[in-house]
């Protein structure tokens, strides 16, 4: 179980990250695995949200970034994502393409 002040910043996320308010639902386990290594072993929130025009619940969670801060993450429940686990593999994805996508920097 994530602690109430994690939950507030998490909150604090979905709203700006989606300008909306949210309810704290439940604590949900997430595992998931790529290629037999773990890409994510960790906690999702799921909220309730109030009056947002495309979605019903938000998933949200935070991690280590690579910079060493923290980093939050919130994703909406629209499309593919009906799940914490879909969440997590959504955003696992994402983040592979962003990462693609960025110039390398010469060593």
Do not use: C
């Not at 179980?1 to 909150?11: C, F, K, P």
């Not at 695995?33 to 890409?39: C, D, K, L, M, P």
């Not at 949200?60 to 909406?76: P, Q, T």
């Amino acid at each position: 179980m994530t602690d109430a002040s994690e939950i507030e910043r998490l909150l604090r996320a979905i709203w700006d990250l989606h300008k909306a308010r949210a309810v704290h639902r439940e604590s949900v386990p997430v595992r998931e695995e790529f290629r037999g290594e773990v890409a994510w072993d960790g906690v999702v929130e799921v909220f309730d949200l109030e009056a947002h025009p495309k979605a019903k619940t938000a998933y949200a969670w935070a991690h280590e970034s690579d910079s060493g801060g923290r980093r939050f993450v919130a994703v909406l429940g629209v499309g593919p994502v009906d799940s914490p686990s879909r969440a997590v593999q959504i955003a696992i994805a994402q983040e592979a393409r962003s990462a693609e996508n960025k110039p390398h920097k010469p060593q």
